[in-house]
């Protein structure tokens, strides 16, 4: 079953002289529940590509379908409302609130969205995360590596569609980047999550189901590694 497509999309910065084609006539699916590395040189397009299907970046033209629902025919209250119940977004740099403590960052969709917490979700994910007995840390207080699992909490509190990940172990060790990696693997077994990451590394993109390769803006390779 189809959960993400992408049909031509093209972003575009600045105009005439100055126009910079981050991406151009992008197109392709993911099927749900599958583990996608998105790979490629600096300034190739991959993160405008994480945006834009995260609706945080609106596209110049394509079209971008979660569910079969067109995400950039919606106002901007609809898409804040998709971006908190439709995508989980992990960063390199945690993006973590520092006045708020493990529990309250990783619950902060929930309450941003006006909803109940669902605290045996809360605790079944800080359980599966390794942060027990640091619920009540605030993020200066742990250290890298438990900062990220926060916030992949955060990224999976609202159970969303997809879950993109922008280079989630660019700011770690390797012992740490693997022990990400492998906590983004078990969600998407364990919870049949759709996962992409974008990485520069290898060893990571290889773990993954299948690899697409940008640069330039366009796809320059899509394999599936595994079924």
């Given at each position: 079953m189809t959960i993400l497509q992408t049909e031509h999309l093209s972003k575009t910065y600045g105009t005439g002289e100055n126009a910079v084609h981050a991406l151009d006539d992008i197109s392709f699916s993911v099927e749900k529940g599958e583990f996608v590395s998105i790979i490629g040189p600096s300034g190739s397009g991959k993160s405008t590509l994480l945006h834009i299907l995260g609706g945080v970046d609106r596209p110049s033209s394509g079209r971008v379908l979660?569910?079969?629902?067109?995400?950039?025919?919606?106002?901007?209250?609809?898409l804040a409302v998709f971006r908190r119940r439709q995508v989980g977004l992990i960063y390199q740099f945690y993006n973590l609130i520092p006045v708020l403590d493990v529990t309250e960052?990783?619950?902060?969709?929930?309450?941003?969205?006006?909803?109940?917490?669902?605290?045996?979700?809360?605790?079944?994910?800080?359980?599966?995360?390794?942060?027990e007995g640091r619920e009540r840390h605030l993020p200066n207080q742990l250290s890298g590596g438990q900062q990220q699992r926060v916030s992949i909490g955060r990224a999976l509190m609202n159970a969303p569609a997809v879950l993109l990940a922008d280079e989630p172990t660019g700011n770690l060790d390797s012992r740490n980047s693997q022990e990400?990696?492998?906590?983004?693997?078990?969600?998407?077994?364990?919870?049949?999550?759709?996962?992409?990451v974008i990485t520069h590394d290898e060893q990571i993109a290889l773990?993954?189901?299948?690899?697409?390769?940008?640069?330039?803006?366009?796809?320059?390779?899509?394999?599936?590694l595994r079924k």
């Open positions: 979660m569910d079969g629902c067109d995400v950039y025919e919606q106002d901007d209250d609809a960052n990783i619950t902060l969709p929930v309450l941003m969205d006006g909803q109940t917490v669902n605290q045996e979700r809360v605790a079944e994910l800080i359980r599966l995360l390794g942060l990400i990696v492998d906590l983004l693997r078990l969600s998407n077994k364990k919870y049949g999550q759709t996962l992409l773990q993954a189901d299948r690899i697409i390769a940008i640069e330039d803006g366009h796809i320059t390779r899509d394999e599936v």
